[in-house]
T-cell receptor, first 118, second 110 residues
Framework: EAGVAQSPRYKIIEKRQSVAFWCNPI?????LYWYQQILGQGPKLLIQFQNNGVVDDSQLPKDRFSAERLKGVDSTLKIQPAKLEDSAVYLC????????????????FGPGTRLTVT | QKEVEQNSGPLSVPEGAIASLNCTYSDRGSQSFFWYRQYSGKSPELIMSIYSNGDKEDGRFTAQLNKASQYVSLLIRDSQPSDSATYLC??????????FGAGTQVVVTP
């Protein structure tokens, strides 16, 4: 079974530029997550989709970050304009469908995209 | 703010010994608990999940959960140099969202 795919693996941009990341989840996984991991910290959830609907985007800086999952499979995360503090690894994860009030299913991570903003 | 706390380490463990990692969480409504292993420069890899009080064993790994004490732990038996990594504790209160600790770095010394 193929895992979560992400691209690009590395990206270097200047501040105020824009960047986009792509994610393809494990086949059959309805729930997709984008996390930001800053060096020395645990991943922080940015946005969670179930199929093509947003479940949680409470920690997404909406003035500069956007994400979409139009057909309920692939997803893109965009940053525009980028700031120095956006330098981090952006991780995509997927899991089986989640149910309100129920236990959370296991999440599997892709290889991540390492973003450096100069 | 819901929190997940871990000792940052490094936790130095002789090869063949048992590594014991601890994690506490603040949200009493938490239902699902996970341990991820993260090698330097790599993404987190799921190694254990636990949902009910007690112990869960998988190979050399044992996860322990005590919801009353809001405490979850991971034991690594017969530690190997390949176990040297950062171990992330993750907790969910439902709807899938994971709250991660900052991780404990484990160093297994030959």
């Amino acid at each position: 079974e193929a895992g979560v795919a992400q691209s690009p693996r590395y990206k270097i941009i200047e501040k105020r530029q824009s960047v986009a990341f792509w994610c393809n989840p494990i086949s059959g996984h309805a729930t997709l997550y984008w996390y930001q991991q800053i060096l020395g910290q645990g991943p922080k959830l940015l946005i969670q989709f179930q199929n093509n609907g947003v479940v949680d985007d409470s920690q997404l800086p909406k003035d500069r970050f956007s994400a979409e999952r139009l057909k309920g499979v692939d997803s893109t995360l965009k940053i525009q304009p980028a700031k120095l503090e956006d330098s981090a690894v952006y991780l995509c994860a997927s899991s089986s469908v989640v149910i309100a009030g129920g236990p959370s299913y296991e999440q599997y991570f892709g290889p991540g995209t390492r973003l450096t903003v100069t | 703010q819901k929190e997940v706390e871990q000792n940052s380490g490094p936790l130095s463990v002789p090869e063949g010994a048992i590594a014991s990692l601890n994690c506490t969480y603040s949200d009493r409504g938490s239902q699902s608990f996970f341990w991820y292993r993260q090698y330097s420069g790599k993404s987190p890899e799921l190694i254990m999940s636990i949902y009910s009080n007690g112990d869960k064993e998988d190979g050399r790994f044992t996860a322990q959960l005590n919801k009353a004490s809001q405490y979850v732990s991971l034991l690594i038996r017969d530690s190997q140099p390949s176990d040297s990594a950062t171990y992330l504790c993750a907790v969910s209160s439902g709807w899938g969202k994971l709250q991660f600790g900052a991780g404990t770095q484990v160093v297994v010394t030959p």
